[in-house]
């Protein structure tokens, strides 16, 4: 088991779904750029390999900020601004708080299978693309998928210090076909799926590539 304290704002304005970068980028200029935590960005070329702690996300048509462990705190950065309202892809967002929930969840396996969908989840990266595409079974790219996933949960737990010491035993319910989605101006192929896990995940947590830009976005079914 692992105790997780997760902190989620939603903002009171609207975005469109790929402006969630330029929401993260207007939010960085607030907070300023010596705050790492807000863009994992140690230099122009070199980042922080960790988990994000701060994560961007889109909640219905509303733009969110999903906090946790350390980043808890670090989210003071922004709302120490006495004025909240920031410029973004040239228009002005007009910022104030429609919900904010701090909760402290405890993560741990469970003995049922819990249902999720994960939203624009990019599964696939460099190494793992060419190995999924000369999979020619149904089956097996479904197998593939699955032990992706396990990964990425994998990878959460151990950025939040957080280890798993029982098999995960995870099912890709229903997948949807692949699609083109664009991170960091780079085209990559992602999915929107189904799955049951016997572990117990908080809503709005990123798994796989591109967390922190909204991608891989959980939701218990």
Same mark, same amino acid.
Request: aromatic share 10%.
């Given at each position: ?91 002005? #967002? ?19 299978? #819990? ?20 999979? !020619? ?25 957080? !280890? ?8 890709? !319910? ?6 083109? #989605? ?22 709005? #947590? ?16």
């Amino acid at each position: 088991m692992k105790k997780l304290r997760l902190l989620h704002v939603v903002f009171n304005t609207q975005i469109e779904a790929h402006e969630i970068a330029a929401f993260r980028g207007a939010i960085v200029e607030k907070v300023g750029a010596d705050h790492i935590m807000f863009h994992n960005h140690l230099s122009d070329n070199e980042f922080v390999q960790n988990y994000p702690l701060i994560q961007y996300k889109r909640v219905g048509r509303k733009p969110s900020v999903l906090c946790l462990e350390q980043g808890v705190e670090e989210i003071y950065h922004f709302f120490a601004n006495k004025v909240w309202n920031m410029t973004m892809a040239g228009r002005e #967002l007009h910022m104030s708080v429609s919900s904010l929930n701090l909760k402290e969840y405890t993560l741990r396996l469970t003995s049922d299978m #819990l249902k999720y969908r994960i939203s624009n989840w990019l599964a696939l990266n460099q190494e793992n693309y060419a190995e999924f595409e000369n999979l !020619t079974a149904l089956t097996d790219r479904v197998a593939k998928l699955e032990s992706i996933l396990t990964g990425n949960i994998l990878s959460f737990a151990k950025g939040i210090n957080w !280890t798993i010491d029982q098999q995960i035993t995870l099912k890709l !319910t229903d997948i949807s076909k692949p699609k083109i #989605l664009s991170y960091k101006g780079v085209k990559l192929t992602g999915f929107d799926a189904e799955f049951s896990a016997n572990i117990f995940l908080p809503n709005y #947590l990123g798994l796989g590539k591109g967390v922190s830009h909204g991608f891989g976005a959980l939701k218990q079914l």
